[in-house]
């Protein structure tokens, strides 16, 4: 894989995996979701989601609590191809995608105008950046790119 990298942050562009495509938007949201759902699931036997477990590291008696957890695909990329709009043609390359979730604790609300809290849950933010590492980086680009990125 080469090392020059194009961060995909166009969401209209297009991804093609063999026979599947998909708008980098939608892409993005899948995964998201994909992850959004292991993160509530709960452990066997237990009341714990993912996202609990993972949100405390204890070694030793000594407990360390986590905010932020970020899962990267492997080093070696997926191989795709890109479609930008305003191109002729799509472009090989490998995918590297990349996750940041970022994890609030929950906390005790105290409700207007009472004594009472109430328990809310933690949030759940999850970022996800694709980069695209082309197989042909040396292919020259249009003059009229910088155009097509401007609209």
Known sequence: ????????????DVLLFNKDTYMVSRF??????N????????????????????????IN?????????????SSEGIDCQLFKVGSTDW???????????????PYLEKLPGSVTRKFKTGQLNITVVLEFYPD???KTESPLDDLRKMI
């Open 1 to 12: 894989m080469n090392k020059i990298c194009q961060l995909l942050d166009f969401d209209a």
């Open 28 to 33: 993005k949201e899948l995964i998201s979701e």
């Open 35 to 58: 992850f959004r759902q292991k993160f509530r699931t709960r452990l066997e036997n237990t009341q714990v989601t993912v996202s609990e477990s993972l949100q405390k590291l204890c």
């Open 61 to 73: 008696e000594v407990y360390f609590q986590a905010e932020d957890i970020t899962w990267q695909s």
């Open 91 to 105: 472009e090989a390359g490998k995918l590297r995608i990349k996750v940041s979730t970022e994890i609030s604790p």
């Open 136 to 138: 042909n980086p040396n």
